[in-house]
């Protein structure tokens, strides 16, 4: 699992919500306050939410 508690994250191309639970099938429950719900994503449905800095091309690969 690359994703672990409190981590801040992008869904549904746009939205920002909060990881609150992992799970061992990679699966993970994220809180989205646009939805005010937690719902459960696949690990490849989630991106990392990047804080507005000038990323290197690693880390763009990492990412993506």
Do not use: C, P
Not at 1 to 25: C, H, R, Y
Not at 32 to 48: C, F, G, L, P, T
């Amino acid at each position: 699992m690359i994703f672990q508690f409190g981590n801040v994250v992008v869904v549904d191309d746009d939205q920002i919500g909060v990881i609150v639970k992992s799970w061992a099938n990679n699966t993970h429950d994220v809180y989205v306050r646009s939805y005010n719900s937690v719902r459960e994503y696949a690990e490849q449905d989630i991106k990392h939410f990047v804080y507005s800095k000038e990323l290197t091309e690693e880390e763009i690969a990492f990412y993506a």
